[in-house]
Nanobody, 124 residues
Framework: QVQLVESGGGLVQAGGSLRLSCAASGRTFSSGAMGWFRQAPGKERLFVAAISASGGMTYYADSVKGRFTISRGNARNTVYLQMNSLKPEDTAVYYC?????????????????WGQGTQVTVSS
């Protein structure tokens, strides 16, 4: 079984920054593409950013492009989401996701493993 553990969420003022981390563990996991999704209260879970298995390709939702950066750690089983210029509308539970394949996707249904989520709250 693969486990994904997120950390780094919290409360920040608008314009501030946060860095989310997600570590994957489990003997069956070999590094695949990873991504971040978020879900605001009463809304569906939405794609935020994704990165290929090699880390060479990334993709962002239009709403975060230019403000968020996704990256992988050297061990390839860790993914980060650097969030700058945060806005109140970024408030949500952020989920880390991983898939066995090397290519990234924006659909949540393409991901095989999920973290428990970490709350990000941006105050105005």
């Amino acid at each position: 079984q693969v486990q994904l553990v997120e950390s780094g969420g919290g409360l920040v003022q608008a314009g501030g920054s946060l860095r989310l981390s997600c570590a994957a563990s489990g003997r069956t996991f070999s590094s695949g593409a990873m991504g971040w999704f978020r879900q605001a209260p009463g809304k569906e879970r939405l794609f935020v950013a994704a990165i290929s298995a090699s880390g060479g390709m990334t993709y962002y939702a239009d709403s975060v492009k230019g403000r968020f950066t996704i990256s992988r750690g050297n061990a390839r089983n860790t993914v980060y989401l650097q969030m700058n210029s945060l806005k109140p509308e970024d408030t949500a539970v952020y989920y880390c996701a991983a898939r066995r394949g090397s290519s990234y996707y924006t659909s949540e249904y393409e991901y095989d493993y999920w973290g428990q989520g970490t709350q990000v709250t941006v105050s105005s």
